[in-house]
């Protein structure tokens, strides 16, 4: 029988759990983008009459959730021009960065965000800042102007190797750098727990929403050790992948909830019957 190992750091994390508690206790509402990244439960959200929007027009019925990973602050405006009420499911530890910015503008700082400029998150924390500088990765810094006084923050699913990298290019190119790695604790944890496994077994799942960015870094992670692949459900596994292999490990997105991985160990124990 193959050995599959479920990684200890999985399904979702306080801040998704805490989200969709907020929600759960309330009736119908507009969820401002997916409230997580994962299909399945959004799915199960929009059974119960609470509806997904991706922009608000006046239309949509109140309240106006926003998600675990915050919005842009013209969001929270137009909400409140238009008359509507706000649930704002913010993880804490997002709002965080907010404040590490501003701490770091209040000193002087231009303040550099290491993150994707595309992901909600990012647009979010960019939009309480004065002059905020994106970066993702050496290409993108390399091509950025730096002023002498910087302060750096990051995304909270960002991977901490790669910006520890980051932080080391930016650091002769200023003269003074302050610097709040502000990737959460649940994401570190993850990557670790994802670093650790991919070294010991034959073949790694990971499981989450095809845009989830944290799963991406997991799977990008796991990739530099073994054969890894990126699932979102058990219908996308495929029994050639565990053939000859006996070690299999499982790690999951923030975003992923717990039946869904039971649902892949399930799947490949179902490979094994002849
Ligand atoms: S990944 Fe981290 S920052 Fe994002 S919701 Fe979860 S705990 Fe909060």
């Not at 750091?9 to 989200?19: E, L």
């Not at 405006?77 to 701490?103: F, M, N, Q, W």
């Not at 992901?119 to 390399?142: F, W």
């Not at 053939?243 to 179902?270: F, P």
């Amino acid at each position: 029988m193959k050995n599959i190992i479920v990684a200890e750091a999985q399904g979702f994390c306080w801040g998704v759990r805490r989200a969709l508690d907020i929600v759960a206790d309330h009736g119908p509402v507009s969820i401002l983008g997916d409230l997580i990244h994962n299909k399945q439960v959004v799915a199960q959200l929009e059974a119960q009459g609470k509806r997904v929007i991706h922009e608000i027009s006046g239309e949509e019925q109140n309240p106006i959730v926003i998600t675990a990973h915050g919005t842009e602050v013209k969001n929270f405006e137009r909400a409140y021009s238009l008359g509507k009420e706000v649930v704002d499911t913010t993880c804490p530890l997002v709002s965080k960065i907010y404040e590490a910015g501003l701490e770091f503008e209040a000193l002087g700082c231009q303040v550099l965000i290491i993150g994707d400029r595309h992901h909600v998150e990012v647009k979010g924390i960019a939009s309480r800042m004065e002059a905020p500088i994106v970066v993702n990765d050496e290409t993108e810094l390399a091509q950025a102007t730096l002023p002498e006084k910087l302060g750096v923050i990051s995304q909270s699913t960002f991977s901490p190797k790669k910006f520890d990298k980051l932080v080391e290019l930016i650091r002769p190119r200023v003269k003074e750098l302050l610097v709040a790695n502000t990737i959460c604790a649940p994401t570190k944890k993850r990557q670790i727990a994802a670093e650790e496994l991919a070294k010991k077994v034959e073949v790694m799942i990971v499981v989450g929403g095809f845009h989830s960015s944290n799963t991406k870094k997991l799977h990008a992670m796991a990739q530099q050790y073994v054969e890894s692949y990126h699932i979102e459900v058990c219908d996308h596994l495929k029994k050639e992948w565990f053939e000859g292999k006996q070690e299999i490990g499982i790690i999951a997105g923030a975003s992923t909830a717990d039946w869904i991985i039971e649902e892949v160990c399930r799947r490949i124990r179902e490979f094994e019957t002849p």
